[in-house]
């Protein structure tokens, strides 16, 4: 197969040294804005390359990439009440070989309703199928595409107690269906890792000044697999504390931390537990500048081979992130970011492994007319994984076009 040479045009890109993530300016305007109900396309359109369309450690295939994301909005308000319906198809299209062409697909439906001033109620339905990047599993069986996860979520969360009362609670409930449509058998046994998860989780909030929530959390969740051979059904039990806040207009943020405990349906599985936490802080030190600091740490749901003497029984991974967005001035605006993941694989034949990942990614973005804004994005990947099939590193660079009414 014959691969993609880096367009000129690229390589002036990369020499700019500008990367994914910018904030678009368009101001997209609805089809009926006189209706009682909004419709808002848009489409991105983004041409560039891709060092490595497979993460693969050696022999790296490289392509030119063409991105067609158009995003369909509706959008109605009925008093205090709001609802929301997105989807977003993305087509990927690569010159290298057609086989890697695909469609990803996103839909979300919302709903907030203020019931009363002390009774709220959010509700949401998700649903995406996406397509990986091929694993060093899919490599070692020889598979030809990456996995293609769909995956489907209906959640809600009812708060009881004004906004500005002593103290609140918040209930919130959500049913996961996890899926896969193929290399199901064999090889990736894609099939061990399908199951369904009710979860739930309760949160006190305790006002102890007028911008600041102290708040105790319990989480609980289920995992219920569907293949008969699988030993992985669990339980996940979660109690954190914290605090909300907003200190000044410049400075918000909220933090947890707890443990979180995994005990095993079968009893020939050893019970797992780790230190639970999630934070997030949003500085603005000035109108025209946003940075923003995240980090969690949770357990994330193993796989197995049909002998399930391979595969691991979970995952635990601690994720950091920093952002920074800046408007140069009316038109032009960019954003910088570095995200760190660490994934430590346990139990299983996996036991032991470690993967770490660092994305840095930069954008520039012109809004060159109310409907229309030109980009230039970039993204540099870098795994650092004790399995040495797992080493790789990917760059890409694109150009970017977001249309609006």
């Known amino acids: 197969m014959k691969r993609s040479h880096t367009p000129s045009a690229l390589v002036l890109v990369a020499a700019l040294g500008t990367i994914a993530g910018t904030a678009n300016a368009v101001d997209p305007m609805p089809v009926n804005q006189d209706g009682p109900v909004d419709f808002i396309p848009t489409l991105k359109v983004s041409q560039g390359y891709d060092d490595n369309i497979e993460e693969a450690p050696d022999d790296k295939k490289s392509s030119n990439v063409t991105k067609v994301a158009p995003t369909f909005l509706l959008r109605a308000q009925e008093r205090a009440n709001r609802y929301q319906l997105r989807y977003t198809p993305t087509f990927q299209r690569y010159s290298h070989d ?112 007028p911008r600041t929530q102290l708040l105790i959390e319990g989480r609980y969740a289920d995992f219920d697999y569907t293949w008969s051979g699988s030993d992985l059904n669990s339980t996940n039990l979660s109690a954190l504390v914290g605090a909300r806040w907003q200190a000044t207009a410049k400075t918000s943020g909220s933090v947890r931390v707890g443990q979180e405990d995994k005990d095993f349906d079968d009893a020939g599985k050893e019970d797992t537990d780790v230190t639970r936490w999630q934070a997030q802080v949003n500085w603005r030190p000035a109108p025209h500048s946003r940075v923003r600091l995240n980090t969690a740490n949770s357990l994330e749901e193993g796989s197995q081979t ?31 970011a570095y995200r760190f993941r660490d994934k430590d694989y346990i139990g299983g034949g996996s036991d032991g492994r470690n993967d770490e990942l660092h994305t840095v990614s930069v954008g520039v973005s012109y809004s060159f007319r109310r409907w229309l804004d030109f980009g230039v994005e970039t993204r540099f990947k870098d795994n650092d994984s004790s399995l040495d099939g797992a080493n790789y590193d990917r760059n890409t660079y694109f150009l970017t076009a977001t249309l609006s009414l």
């Open 306 to 336: 049909e002998s399930t003497s391979s595969g691991e029984n979970t995952i635990e991974q601690t994720t950091y992130g920093l952002s920074w967005d800046y408007d140069w001035d009316g038109q032009v605006s960019s954003n910088v």
């Open 98 to 209: 057609s086989d890697d062409n695909r469609v990803n697909h996103f839909a979300t439906a919302t709903s907030r309703l203020t019931l009363n001033a002390r009774n709220r109620v959010n509700l949401g339905l998700n649903a995406r199928r996406n397509q990986a990047t091929l694993s060093d599993t899919n490599r070692d069986f020889d598979e030809s595409e990456g996995d293609i996860n769909e995956r489907y979520t209906l959640d809600g969360t009812y708060t009881f107690g004004a906004r500005g009362a002593k103290g609140q609670i918040e209930l919130d409930g959500s049913y996961v269906w996890n899926r896969y449509s193929n290399n199901l058998v064999g090889g990736s046994n894609n099939r061990s890792e399908e199951y369904d998860s009710p979860r739930a989780g309760a949160t006190f909030l305790w006002r102890v000044a």
